[in-house]
């Protein structure tokens, strides 16, 4: 197979065999976030619909996303960066609940390599940790990720939670993962929020939001 398309195969594969030397010659052809973007992101898409319909047994899935983060951290020190912080403070957390991290941890990267501090504070995180860890970093916005339908409403309960606290005008959220929708968020969750809510569709998105923000 072409050098991209073995790649992409690999996540499918979840074989991780090889593949640092395919990234290094990956990077010979193109930047490393493109190889995320072009192709690691498509094996793992192909991944959740093999898994959706059933062809793929979910250990098989975890494989994948272990090459999945094998490849983003081996690609990373490789990534141009402004490490130097200083232009807002983001927390990121994954909701209760829910364990898929890869995407928040993507959002991490791109935002903390455009000149922002990130607070991540991991998976499976409930909405008092959230609070926690938000008010002693002295964060600008709280980000929190979900892949899992029931995470969306866990994301509506911690909105709540955080009116009920007085909140909601200290901190912007933005949201993302696969079961949100840009309708659900800035239409039915605004309604909910007394603060700012966005949904970012993918981690660039994120860094665009952050880029509003703080300006
Ligand atoms: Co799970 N899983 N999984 N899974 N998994 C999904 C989400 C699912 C859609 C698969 C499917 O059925 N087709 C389905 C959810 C269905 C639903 O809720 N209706 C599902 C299920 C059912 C489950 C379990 C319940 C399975 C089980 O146990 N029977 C279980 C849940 C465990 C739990 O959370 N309590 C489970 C477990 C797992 C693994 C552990 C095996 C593994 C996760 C490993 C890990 O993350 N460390 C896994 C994986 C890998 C997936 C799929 C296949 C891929 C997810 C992924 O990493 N995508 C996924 C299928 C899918 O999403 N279609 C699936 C790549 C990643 C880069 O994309 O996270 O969407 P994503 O991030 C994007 C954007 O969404 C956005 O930016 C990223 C791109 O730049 N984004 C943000 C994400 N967060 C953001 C936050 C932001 C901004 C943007 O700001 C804060």
Excluded: C, W
Excluded at 59 to 72: D, G, N, R, T
Excluded at 153 to 168: C, F, H, P, T, Y
């Amino acid at each position: 197979l072409p050098l991209f398309e073995r790649l992409q195969k690999r996540i499918i594969d979840g074989e991780r065999n090889g593949l640092e030397e395919d990234l290094e010659a990956g990077m010979q052809e193109k930047a490393p976030l493109a190889i995320i973007n072009e192709d690691l992101l498509g094996g793992m898409k192909v991944v959740g619909d093999l898994f959706g319909s059933g062809q793929m047994q979910l250990p098989f899935v975890l494989q994948s996303a272990e090459v999945m983060k094998a490849a983003v951290a081996y690609l990373e020190p490789h990534m141009e960066k402004d490490d130097s912080g200083g232009k807002g403070k983001l927390l990121l957390a994954t909701v209760k609940g829910d364990v898929h991290d890869i995407g928040k941890n993507l959002v991490d990267i791109i935002v903390s390599n455009n000149g922002y501090d990130v607070v991540n504070i991991g998976i499976k995180q409930p909405i008092n940790a959230i609070i926690e860890a938000a008010e002693e970093h002295k964060v600008d916005a709280i980000g929190m990720s979900g892949l899992l339908v029931k995470s969306t409403v866990i994301m509506k309960d911690n909105l709540q939670e955080m009116n009920s606290r007085g909140l909601a005008e200290k901190y912007p959220v933005m949201l993302g993962g696969a079961a949100l929708t840009r309708t659900f968020v800035e239409q039915d969750l605004d309604e909910v929020y007394e603060g700012d809510v966005r949904y970012a569709k993918d981690a660039f998105e994120g860094l665009h939001l952050m880029d509003r923000l703080m300006a």
